[in-house]
């Protein structure tokens, strides 16, 4: 297997070092082929090192740094004065080919602001887009992009995201002629905003993809597509609208128990087939999304992950470094381009 | 009791007078101060008029047209040529005093353009919201606006959407100073586009309103607000992305029964439960929208509700009457819009 070097921002998300090594870990006793580099804070990271008895691991080192990028921080901000924080130094050393891919469960504003200065878009790409996928009721994954990178998006932006999705389900999971569709809020031609229906003509206008119109929110779940595309506004209220959906449910679920002590007793035994399902759509459990568009690969970890979920998206990075899914994008996206003039 | 007299569009929905008419005679026997007027096709309503043993009933009389609004007609060609439409007439009746209310099934976005048109707005909003609420996790309701009749919303209308919510919220469920939420990419004050900070700011102006910042999709079943305010596109999505998750989870559970013969017996047992909790999501029990700012009670119906769900729209258009909603609505904001100049 081809050695890879990943560069772990150690320091994003809500818990940070505590998260990272442990999933570092991980990911080094799953893939001997494989280095990491910590890039944080040294005083918080050795401690935790030595606790997960890493301290003679030859294929772990710490990059350290101590600059932080709080919540508020605007993107120009970031750009000027943020480019040696954890976030920043992580996603250099991929532009700088130290690492093949780097993974950062930091914030989505800045993470977007940070690849695209850095590490640049790839030709044909106006922005990044975040992506991931959603388990559906054929028992397969449906992918969905934008989930948050840029909260408007202009027809030719949500053009790109749908062929950079087709690549990406090509590749990552066969499918020869993935299913397309606009997220949108109702099926017929004239709903929605401009931007979409005239990206719905666009997509139309690329005869090499399979598009099939718009899908409504309660339709993300069927399965019916391989590749829902949306603005990051609206694709992110989906996703954080379905995990809460999720949560609420399981919550609701919990309340219900006590009313019979016989009922409790077979729900608690029922129940974790139950969260099992439900974890599929909690973050904590489901993770690795990834920024698409960029020139080298970017995972992000959701900010709540545990360490299981951010070892997942450690595994994620490994398998797009592996596959080049930037330099297919890059070489892929400009043919079809050409198709629309 | 005082006589209220509403408008049902008998051909709205998918299913039009096989759902309209027996939730019509759930209506007239449980509320006998009730007179309905079935606006639709004299030769489909009567057949089920009869099957009913509605024939004799003094207070169900029919407006008959047989004029229909296709889904994939344009909003500019339903205001010129779909105005003796069931959806028009019913609002006619109420434009013209002959109904307190109108309860429709038909589509939103000829809903949004006639109710506008011939109802018209009330003073200082620009256009209706359709709203709704959803179940929460401290066993109460959150009202949430707008849920599609506008994909495009200026930072003022989305403030007017606020104002409107909090009257509807002190009125039907008697909170005082009800807790406004903005639903955003993000919590904090950078997060999103340039219309929902800008009402972000015309709310925090706003000092007599109870505005409590940006919250997420995954917190909207949180209930630490009591409106949250949307733009029609995100709102739209938001809701019918909760239904879509309810159905996939309830789905996934069915799915997981037969593994066992026994737990299949179980869960089979405690279904009912559980379907209970999932179907405050579902539409086809859950009804009774509304679209608020107009000068009248129009009560919008989901497309895909059974007879008792028309019946819960056709009580909300009760309630709604008796609380002279539009009216109250139209007293208070000037007085708010006021505040912010």
């Not at 990552?172 to 809020?185: D, E, M, Q, T």
């Not at 399965?223 to 995990?243: H, M, P, R, Y």
């Not at 698409?292 to 995972?299: E, H, K, N, P, S």
């Not at 992000?300 to 450690?314: L, V, Y």
Request: with cysteine.
């Amino acid at each position: 297997m081809q050695r890879l070097t990943l560069a772990l921002d150690a320091m994003g998300g809500d818990s940070g070092p505590p998260v990272v090594v442990p999933a570092a870990k991980q990911a080094l006793e799953n893939y001997p082929y494989l280095t990491l580099r910590l890039i944080g804070d040294r005083e918080q990271l050795i401690p935790l090192i030595h606790h997960y008895h890493l301290e003679d691991e030859t294929r772990l080192s710490i990059v350290h740094t101590v600059q932080m990028i709080a919540p508020e921080d605007k993107p120009l901000k970031i750009l000027r004065t943020r480019r040696n924080s954890s976030m920043g130094l992580s996603l250099q050393m991929v532009a700088d080919g130290e690492a093949d891919a780097c993974v950062s469960a930091g914030h989505t504003g800045a993470l977007v602001a940070l690849s695209h200065a850095i590490l640049k878009v790839l030709p044909g790409i106006e922005r990044p887009a975040l992506v991931s996928s959603i388990p559906n009721r054929r028992g397969r994954q449906t992918l969905m992009l934008d989930l948050g990178a840029n909260s408007t998006c202009s027809s030719h932006l949500l053009h790109q995201f749908a062929l950079m999705g087709m690549v990406l389900v090509q590749t990552l999971w066969h499918i020869n002629n993935p299913k397309i569709a606009l997220l949108n809020i109702g099926s017929e031609s004239i709903k929605g905003n401009d931007a979409i229906r005239q990206a719905g003509r666009l997509l139309t206008q690329t005869s090499s993809l399979n598009y099939q119109g718009f899908i409504e929110g309660n339709q993300i779940f069927d399965g019916d597509v391989d590749v829902i595309v949306s603005d990051g506004f609206s694709g992110n209220i989906a996703l954080k609208t379905a995990e809460g959906t999720a949560e609420f449910l399981l919550y609701s679920f919990r309340k219900m128990l006590p009313q019979s002590p016989l009922k409790r007793f077979i729900m608690t035994w029922l129940m974790p087939n139950f969260q099992r399902q439900l974890s599929q759509l909690t973050p904590q459990k489901h993770n690795g999304a990834c920024m698409l568009g960029l020139r080298g690969v970017v995972i992000k970890s959701h900010g709540r992950a545990d360490s299981e979920a951010f070892f997942q998206a450690i595994s994620e990075a490994l398998v797009q470094s592996q596959l080049n899914i930037p330099q297919l994008i890059g070489q892929q996206i400009p043919k079809f381009l050409s198709e629309i003039g």
